[in-house]
């Protein structure tokens, strides 16, 4: 996984929270990151319809969408984040061992299986949440055993 998700997740929540046109200086500085990386960012959100853009000296970018509604798996559609996978896939498919040759791809099945429960959770968190958690106003975070879940307060 790339940091682009949390790039997008982080500059949606700020210009939400602005509520108004932020450049893409303004949103490296708050992001930590450099206003090249956030404009590669900001295009694909962009083409996903979740910003919109001015040009000119107070140009830059806005939230487009409702705070509500937008999911993280809005977000994470619109930057292509994949976010459980192998780095390096065990075996070869060509030995004659069955071990060794079928490794792979049952390995690929348990990931795309948590990428599918992944996804799953991101449709229950919007950006609206994760300003109210920041703020402390709306879901928050809770975890029971191995589970991470939101509760209302």
């Known amino acids: 996984m790339t940091g682009e998700f949390a790039i997008a997740v982080h500059a949606l929540v700020y210009l939400n929270h602005k509520g108004c046109c932020l450049s893409s200086e303004e949103l490296a500085k708050n992001v930590c990151t450099n206003p090249a990386r956030i404009r590669m960012v900001m295009g694909k959100l962009k083409a996903a319809g979740l910003v919109a853009t001015k040009e000119g000296s107070s140009g830059g970018y806005s939230f487009t969408g409702d705070p509500g509604a937008v999911t993280l798996l809005d977000v994470s ?59 402390k106003n709306k879901k928050t975070l809770t975890t029971q055993g191995d589970s991470i879940y939101f509760k209302v307060k």
């Open 77 to 135: 559609e619109a930057v292509n984040a994949r976010f459980i996978g192998p780095a390096w896939r065990s075996g070869d498919m060509d030995m004659e061992c069955l071990i060794a040759s079928g490794m792979a791809n049952i390995m690929d099945g348990i990931y795309s299986d948590m990428e599918k429960q992944c996804r799953r959770h991101l449709r229950d968190i919007t950006v609206g949440d994760i300003d109210g958690m920041i703020f």
